[in-house]
């Protein structure tokens, strides 16, 4: 969800300042990270993202053994509904939205006429003709609403008071079970439920950054941000819940990219690692962006978003640039990402290579500020490929 951060709310020598102002929106979960000990923030969807509370292995570990909770406001919610609301949605995405139940989620790529990616959001069909997009980082819902205003169809496309937060980790299924009672047992991955939590209108997802056990709650209701943040840290506290940033580690493990940072307008989803499973090509209704997409897997890609095992001591910092990749001396490719896994204790991440070098195994070479390091191209996700873990 965010590259690291080196902005901070306060004046240190070796970082730069970040500037509040009301051209960058404020989470209502703002004030509660600070309260719980957040000292730098990102910039992402146009609103100010926690990066740093605890050092990042400890809040890895926390995540991976406890419970967490994350100020994920920044997942910009557009809202589209209206008496052809389904139709208009299933245009924007090469997923056939006809297998997508109401209460059911999708990871739902947004697709450009070229086949480029505009987005890649979590779907949330919360009624026939009632669509949530939680958008990464981009002005996804201006495409939608530009999409709309020659398509004929009669939709109605609006940004609602929504809030999500996120609740991971192996112990987040007592943390809701408090919060809700036996409301969500039933409730199964990538599945989403309308509540209320007292009088606190809110949706409830199994869904999360992580590819842990989690769920996301969004709330309808911004008034009441402090007293929900407040609620969950009280019924977590059994369970010694932490309040943590998005954990780069634990995503680049689980195989989830980065919108923005890994891929961008000008990548299509052949060229993404796991994303072709996405491309539905035998939907029986039109998209936008499908004949792209056609030719493309008919004539093949020319590179590939691929994992990457890098050598080295382990990174203790989150890239800034991009590194360039080099074979037989000549730049093929950049990594977008990279990280030190604390579970498999080596760097690993994200890299583009031209399709020939995209092969597991393949040896390439990573040129950092620091120096050359070896990597080697990885599968896709690095742990637990069928997803057992979220799903349990």
Known sequence: MSQAANFTTEHRPSSTTLHFGPWYRKSPYFEATLRYGCSAYDIYNHMYLPSYFHDPVVEYWHLLEHVTLWDVAVEHIVEITGPDAFTFTNTLTCRDLTRCAVGQCKYAPIIAADGGIVNDPVLLRLGDNHFWLALADSDAGLWARGVAVNSGLDVRITEPDVAPIQIQGPDSKHVM????????????????????????????????????????????????????????????????????????????????????????LENNPFEVSGMERLVELDAPADFIGRKALERIRAEGVRRKLVGVDLSGDPMAVELIEYWPVLFNGDVVGHVTDAVHSPRLERNIGYAWVPIELAAPGTEVVARTPHGDLSARVAGLPFIDPKKSIPVS
């Open 177 to 264: 079970h408090a919060l809700f009672g036996d409301a969500l047992s039933d409730l199964k991955y990538y599945y989403c439920r309308e509540l209320q939590l007292a009088d606190i209108p809110v949706v409830v997802s199994r869904t999360g950054w992580t590819a842990e056990v989690g769920y996301e709650i969004y709330l309808r209701d911004r008034s009441r941000g402090d007293e929900l943040w407040e609620r969950v840290m009280t019924a977590g506290e059994p369970y010694r819940i932490m309040p943590i940033v998005p954990c780069e580690a634990r995503r680049i493990e689980a195989g989830m990219f980065n919108y923005g940072s890994d891929m961008r």
